[in-house]
């Protein structure tokens, strides 16, 4: 196959643009946020999961507070009806009294016991409550940084994606004056020798595979006519021809 020297100059630069968009296109890939942004979203996931933990707890022990302070609240008011009886003198039997006399001490001594639970609770739901507010800090902090992680891989998005839009307008600037037939071999090697399918011959050797032209291969490059079509024969990609080519 020819192709005109020029076509052939302006392979170089189809090539170089078409690296270029590879280069960026893996660079959106890797960016570090996205590693960063997985992590922090796992945090996040494990916080919030932790987060809800805490809350039920807590609020499992504010139910179990007011149960107690229920049963407090009406043991003492029975307590209070049996002492409002003793304190009428209407009840009329010794025996009566006594019983009266005997419960007033046990619920005494019952309201006492359920006090000291409701006091345990309270310890329990105050630190239920300092387990909710760490937790909720701790998450909200990590939806900060995530969201920050966020917004700096998009800013990179942004800068990427004008250095794409810019080469993307080039290379179709390029290829448009490129023949047809020669841009698809072009795109054919390409594809086939990872994203290069024209390469400079500078000082004898492909910039494609590094590999110095053997004395034959040279002497076949040198024979060849201007605008010959020239293959690596270690590579094959397209060889352009320069001044610094060293024939």
């Known amino acids: 196959m020819n192709a005109a020297?020029?076509?052939?100059?302006?392979?170089?630069?189809?090539?170089?643009?078409?690296?270029?968009?590879?280069q960026l296109a893996h660079r959106r890939r890797t960016l570090p946020e996205h590693a960063e942004i997985e992590k922090r979203t796992t945090d996040l996931a494990q916080l919030r999961s932790l987060t809800v933990a805490a809350e039920t707890q807590l609020s499992d022990v504010q139910r179990e507070l007011v149960k107690?302070?229920?049963?407090?609240?009406?043991?003492r008011q029975r307590a209070a009806r049996n002492q409002k009886l003793l304190d009428?003198?209407?009840?009329?039997?010794?025996k009566d009294l006594a019983n009266l006399q005997h419960e007033v001490g046990s619920l005494a001594k019952r309201q006492g016991d359920l006090e000291d639970v409701v006091l345990e609770i309270m310890e329990r739901v105050e630190s239920g409550q300092t387990r909710v507010s760490e937790m909720t800090a701790r998450r909200d902090d990590a939806e900060s940084?995530?969201?920050?992680?966020?917004g700096r891989r998009d800013v990179a998005y942004a800068s990427i994606?004008?250095?794409?839009?810019?080469?993307?307008?080039?290379?179709?600037?390029i290829a448009a004056v490129i023949p047809e037939d020669l841009l698809k071999v072009y795109t054919r090697l390409r594809q086939q020798n990872g994203g290069v399918g024209a390469a400079r011959?500078?000082?004898?050797?492909?910039?494609?595979c590094r590999v110095e032209l053997s004395i034959t291969d040279l002497g076949a490059v040198r024979a060849a006519a201007p605008d010959a079509l020239v293959r690596c024969e270690n590579c094959g990609r397209i060889l352009v021809r320069t001044s610094e080519s060293g024939l």
């Open 5 to 22: 020297p020029a076509d052939q100059i302006r392979l170089l630069d189809l090539q170089a643009l078409d690296s270029r968009l590879d």
């Open 68 to 75: 107690a302070e229920q049963d407090v609240d009406q043991v």
């Open 88 to 94: 009428s003198g209407s009840v009329g039997s010794a």
């Open 145 to 150: 940084s995530a969201k920050e992680a966020e």
């Open 161 to 173: 994606d004008a250095e794409v839009e810019k080469a993307t307008r080039d290379r179709e600037t």
């Open 201 to 208: 011959l500078f000082q004898r050797r492909c910039e494609g």
